[in-house]
């Protein structure tokens, strides 16, 4: 396979760079009145500008035949076909499965996965619609008024962004909550005002062996037990999400109660799942089968749209574009929606778990940037805390702008407000303002010439810092499904043009393993001479002041 070095489109970007390196935004908009018409993509209920990146017909030339090169649409069938791409796993990566409502037959190991698919959402319906009408009865026969999620990583972030994203559209006819941290402080407080009779725990975990959720569960467990006083009582409260139904039932956990997941979805890929059932809980099912078709809306635009107007594959090639190319080293994500704020935690599992790697799928190194961190906060609080950075400091930033036309809880006055900024900072990142105008400014506001020498380059804003803005008409179910999509196909894109395995996260597992050693260690067995000076310094702290 050709090395990306050596790709024509590869090479001719690398020395294209340099050249736009010179240019500033502000002069293409000047020279190109077409601008915006060109770099922008409709989709069916949101608009993407990409105009407010360093890019110019030829950019975006020279980026298509790299996607080309790249062979993007192939590996886009190949994964909607179910093969392993999942290589270092050997799994076929068909989250998109989970949302194909036209029930086309989809088969991975003879076996038509749609029918599991289409059967895990019917219990989901089933179990959603008991709890929602007080069907579902505790031990005490009340009725479930409380759902605790117990996960973490993407058997948390999605459905918990999903709920907080949704909020406005629940009914709360139940109240769910999430407990992700092994810090007992998280589900103390969870657990704290919650009565054991009325509460039902859905223990969410792909493999039903993550020591975090665990913990959690064995104590969501004991504190059930202890006011129920009856072992039995598990069944009427525990359900598990899992693609390990052994452990879920040697857990304690009853096989009917238990959701099937599979091992051709990534947790982080996977609250189209049942491990979004707590959002089918708290939105009703109705609501979730509209997230779903939201998906399913821009699985259908990546797939059959070319790929100049593709909006996954535009933003996985500006990414490479601003970060391998130009040499960003991180995006912001900055949602101009309240409920939009955990977005960008969301974000960063969803695309540095999955492409923050250096070796390609062939176990060679990578010697080329990769993918940025991912960081991130609501917009407008952000202004107020590190936008100063992103205008001013030496690093570029490029980052994603994401707002709603319509505001879902509309309060006069404020979200002409909120989105008059939205637009007034892509505004600003991209035209700054130059020494002479700040000069001219200051001048005409009757400053002395002295506080202009002294203040004049302070205030100068450099711009040409590069955004995408997303724009969508309101949120909605449909909507968040389709967003969530979009940047699922753009990660996807991204690791096939950085020749990464996108769906595995071998990097997890070294710290995971030494943690279950240290364990052992603080629990009981003696400190381990053999640890580097610092982290035995550490843990000898630690049992000095634990044992005192
Ligand atoms: O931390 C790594 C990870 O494996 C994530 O990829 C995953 O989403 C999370 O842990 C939780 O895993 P599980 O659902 O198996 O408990």
């Known amino acids: 396979m050709t090395t990306r070095a050596a790709m024509k489109s590869w090479q001719s970007l690398q020395s294209h760079a340099q050249q736009m390196k010179q240019h500033h935004m502000n002069e293409l908009f000047t020279n190109d009145d077409q601008r915006f018409d060109k770099f922008s993509v409709q989709l069916p209920s949101m608009l993407l500008d990409y105009s407010k990146n360093l890019i110019t017909d030829d950019t975006m030339a020279k980026l298509i035949a790299l996607a080309k090169e790249c062979e993007v649409e192939a590996w886009r069938e190949k994964m ?42 019917d219990k989901m319906q089933v179990f959603s619609d008991k709890i929602r009408q007080g069907l579902w009865q505790g031990y005490s026969g009340k009725r479930i008024t409380d759902v605790v999620n117990i996960g973490v ?8 962004m999903v709920t907080e994203a949704l909020k406005q559209y629940s009914d709360n006819s139940v109240n769910v909550h999430y407990v992700s941290n092994v810090d007992g402080t998280q589900i103390a407080e969870v657990l704290r005002p919650l009565n054991p009779e009325k509460v039902l725990f859905i223990v969410s975990s792909k493999t039903f062996t993550t020591t975090e959720t665990m913990t959690n569960a064995n104590t969501a467990m004991k504190w059930l037990v202890a006011s129920s006083f009856d072992q039995s009582a598990i069944g009427k409260h525990f359900v598990a999400v899992s693609s390990n139904k052994e452990n879920a039932v040697r857990f304690g956990i009853a096989e009917e109660n238990i959701f099937d997941m599979w091992d ?10 049942a491990i979004g059932l707590p959002i089918a809980i708290d939105l009703g099912f109705d609501k979730f089968i509209e997230l779903l078709e939201g998906a399913e809306q821009l699985d259908q635009h990546f797939c059959q749209t070319p790929l100049e107007q593709n909006a996954p594959v535009i933003l996985a090639l500006l990414s490479v574009w601003n970060c391998t190319f130009m040499g960003a080293q991180s995006q912001a994500i900055l949602p101009y929606d309240q409920s939009l704020h955990m977005l960008s935690a969301y974000m960063q599992q969803a695309e540095m778990e999955s492409n923050g790697k250096s070796v390609t799928w062939h176990g060679d190194e990578i010697n080329y940037s990769t993918v940025p961190s991912i960081w991130g906060e609501l917009g ?21 702008f994401i707002g709603s036309v319509e505001s879902v809880t509309p309060v006069i006055g404020h979200h002409e407000t909120l989105m008059s900024n939205f637009f007034a900072q892509t505004q600003a990142l991209m035209e700054g303002v130059d020494e002479q105008q700040v000069r001219a ?22 711009g040409n810092r590069p955004t995408n803005t997303l724009l969508m008409e309101r949120i909605s179910p449909h909507t968040i499904g389709s967003l969530i999509a979009l940047y699922e196909h753009k990660i996807f894109v991204q690791g096939v043009l950085l020749q990464i395995c996108s769906f595995d996260q071998w990097g ?11 364990q052992q260690e603080l629990e009981n067995g003696e400190l381990n001479i053999n640890h580097d000076s610092s982290t035995y310094g550490l843990i000898k702290y630690y049992k000095t002041i634990r044992a005192n």
């Open 153 to 160: 990583g993407g058997s948390n972030l999605g459905p918990q």
């Open 441 to 462: 400014d200051l001048k005409a506001k009757g400053r002395t010439q002295e506080y202009i020498n002294k203040v004049a380059p302070h205030k100068v804003h450099k």
């Open 80 to 121: 909607f076909n179910g093969e392993r791409i999942n290589s270092t796993e050997e799994r076929s990566v068909l989250h998109t499965a989970l949302r194909n409502r036209s029930n086309k037959a989809i088969v991975v190991d003879d076996v038509d996965i749609s029918t599991c698919v289409q059967n895990t959402l």
């Open 264 to 273: 051709w979805v990534g947790g982080r890929f996977s609250l189209w799942s």
């Open 380 to 400: 407008i609080n952000g202004q107020h805390a590190f936008y100063q950075y992103l205008h001013q400091s030496n690093n570029i930033v490029p980052a994603d």
């Open 508 to 518: 997890v597992e070294l710290g995971k393993g030494l943690a279950n050693k240290i």
